[in-house]
């Protein structure tokens, strides 16, 4: 998407944010054409959308993934719904569009995110399984042609998955949930934020439109209704997946928390269809006068309580106390009663981080890296500037994030003798940290660092005497995308390079690369030039595998 519009002009910044605006744009016709396909009647597929968009906003995880910036995730929570409606509607009516759709719904779906496979592979094979005997031959050729497409049209990353996966670390890391969490997350306690995000454990809705779908999967068994095998199997294997999956090791590489996404907005459909029974059912009117009554209390507190719920995420635009005047320095509680929470909604890029970026862009001349501290800061730092940065996400799952000093040491407070020696090994020639770092003021490094700019919470220490991205062999070296350009090298020397090596390089003219080991606990190594090499050369990534 990002590409396709830059391609046509449009300001990368815009082109990426368009697409978050599209994923929340889409939750309501996605679901909405999802209940449709699964019979739901016009208006309960309205009221499933309506489910939909609460879930999106207000349960806590969903509202996570989309506003720390797993927005492709989030999208194929929901996104997932229409294939597997198509799929269900195509083995009911064995229509060819729907096997069309179904497999373009399906391939697109995946390309969005691959976990989708997850979300859909049970239900799925149910589906074909229980059709096994009604579909003739050529449905059967579909069904398979519907995962060829799948597989074709992801096929482009799987390869290059399948080429590299010797780099791929541990993922198991984020999201590895258990029963505690599933307690946790029945009483809205926060207890592991690395599971569940760094947010109030806000699930209202999440058990309200789980409990409606048993609800309304219980409808569906005893009329022997065809929708419950998907989606008895589908919730059934998603709610596994989420508060059990992190007891395998297995199924923990995929960080299995995450999978509660989908399971809600799967539950949308089977929870509108029950919801709409129950309202057009009317049984209230039966009740005696004394429930009624005792109802209409209950909803206050409920009142209350969603509406709590639900401007925690906006916390920015509630009213604020006014701070007594002994404590105004010092006060932090909101109007809720409690510290004021971070402010969940999207807004523009904090001022500092954009101040910042200018200085970087200023100041920084490409002959030394920038070491940042925090994952955001330093992808608006990889984005917004043309800086060589080490940071980013920090549990980046590839070996090459080993080179980040935050991924071996959290803290980043090492001793000055061992910080020297990684600072030259990659040649560190400014930390950015978030909030100051105060031992790097201290008389200890004070040969080794200085304060160099602030801006906000985040502070520049400027690396006295950095080491040169050229380890040995001399001259010099500039980076672009895809390209590292030397000139004036001595060609009687080997050429080692503080960049990491990779099979996909070569180096022209009449030179070859081979790898060269770091020396500590990075397995990528750097790259080595053997000599004699031209003083000059280039190394360009070619894509393609080395002999």
């Known amino acids: 998407w990002t590409y396709a519009l830059t391609a046509l002009g449009v300001e990368r910044t815009v082109a990426f944010n368009s697409f978050a605006l599209l994923v929340h744009l889409l939750v309501v016709p996605a679901v909405y054409v999802a209940a449709r396909l699964f019979e739901l009647r016009p208006a309960r597929a309205t009221l499933a959308s309506l489910l939909a968009v609460l879930l999106w906003w207000f349960d806590a995880w969903l509202h996570w993934c989309w506003w720390i910036g797993m927005v492709a995730y989030a999208a194929a929570s929901f996104l997932a719904l229409v294939p597997l409606a198509l799929f269900y509607r195509f083995t009911e009516d ?95 306690w926060l207890l592991e934020p690395e599971t569940t995000g760094l947010i109030g454990a806000r699930t209202t809705f999440r058990w309200l439109t789980l409990a409606l779908a048993v609800l309304g999967l219980v409808a569906w068994r005893r009329r022997d209704d065809r929708r419950f095998v998907p989606f008895a199997l589908g919730l059934g294997c998603l709610a596994a997946l989420t508060y059990l999956g992190g007891y395998s090791a297995i199924t923990g590489q995929i960080q299995p928390y995450r999978h509660v996404g989908p399971l809600v907005m799967l539950a949308a459909i089977p929870a509108a269809d029950r919801l709409g029974e129950l309202f057009a059912g009317r049984p209230w009117r039966s009740w005696p006068r004394s429930a009624q009554v005792a109802v209409a209390l209950a909803m206050i507190p409920a009142g209350q309580h969603l509406v ?127 909030p100051p770092a105060p031992w790097l003021e201290t008389e200890a490094y004070r040969a080794l660092v200085e304060r160099a700019a602030s801006f906000g919470p985040h502070v520049v220490y400027r690396v006295k005497s950095p080491a040169p991205l050229v380890k040995s062999g001399g001259g010099a070296v500039t980076a672009a995308t895809n390209r590292l350009t030397v000139r004036g090298s001595n060609p009687a020397v080997d050429l080692v390079l503080r960049y990491h090596w990779m099979e996909t390089l070569a180096c022209a003219p009449s030179c ?26 280039e190394i360009v990534n070619t894509y393609e595998v080395q002999g």
């Open 94 to 188: 064995r229509r060819p569009w729907q096997a069309i759709a179904c497999a373009l719904a399906l391939a697109l779906t995946h390309l969005v995110h691959p976990y989708a496979f997850f979300v859909l592979a049970p239900p799925m094979l149910a589906l074909w399984w229980r059709a096994r005997r009604r579909l003739r031959p050529l449905d059967h050729a579909a069904v398979v042609a519907i995962a060829g497409l799948t597989v074709a049209a992801n096929a482009y990353w799987l390869v290059v998955a399948a080429q590299f996966w010797h780099y791929i670390l541990d993922s198991a890391i984020y999201g590895q949930a258990h029963l505690g969490i599933l307690g946790a997350d029945l009483l809205e």
């Open 308 to 434: 709590a719920e639900t401007t925690y995420y906006t916390y920015g635009l509630l009213p604020q106390p006014e701070p007594p005047a002994l404590s105004r320095q010092r006060w932090v509680i909101g109007s809720s009663g409690f510290i004021r929470p971070p402010d969940y909604r999207l807004v523009e890029a904090d001022a500092s981080i954009v101040e910042l970026q200018a200085w970087v862009r200023a100041n920084d001349d490409g002959q030394a890296r920038v070491l940042v501290e925090l994952g955001h800061v330093g992808e608006a730092l990889a984005w917004g500037t043309g800086a060589q940065v080490i940071g980013g996400f920090t549990h980046r799952n590839l070996a090459h994030s080993r080179a980040n000093l935050y991924r071996r040491y959290p803290t980043g407070a090492l001793a000055p003798a061992p910080l020297r020696a990684y600072l030259d090994t990659y040649a560190i020639g400014w930390i950015v940290t978030t």
């Open 512 to 537: 070859r690369i081979e790898q060269a080991a770091i020396g500590n606990d990075d397995p990528v190594g750097f790259i080595r030039v053997p000599a004699p090499h031209p003083a000059d050369l």
